[in-house]
């Protein structure tokens, strides 16, 4: 069991190490572009942040949504001690 949790653990850290350089380099590369082209008088800068926003809030609604509707069928059954009275 501990020899598995090492092993994860392991792993986490180097793929950690290994991506995280790459992936901020280029957020900070698409921020100049963007404020540079809307400095420019281009409107690619606002569909770039709206497509951000977009596929930052997609999965915030499904998850909320997919809770509701599990909260609002649990909600409906009746507990089995509660028939009996």
């Known amino acids: 069991m ?4 090492v092993f994860i653990l392991f792993i986490l ?3 950690r190490s290994s991506v995280a350089p790459l992936a901020s380099a ?3 590369m698409c921020t100049v572009s963007a404020e540079q082209s809307v400095k ?3 409107t690619q800068g606002k569909g770039l ?3 951000i926003i977009y596929l930052l809030v997609i999965p915030y609604i499904l998850i909320s949504g997919i809770g509701a509707l599990w909260y609002i069928k649990y909600r409906k059954k009746a507990p089995r001690y509660a ?3």
Do not use: D, P, S, V
């Not at 501990?2 to 949790?5: E, G, R, V």
């Open 2 to 5: 501990m020899k598995k949790f």
């Open 13 to 15: 850290i180097l793929t």
């Open 26 to 28: 280029q957020c900070a």
């Open 40 to 42: 420019n008088g281009n």
């Open 49 to 51: 942040n709206t497509g």
């Open 83 to 85: 028939e009996n009275l």
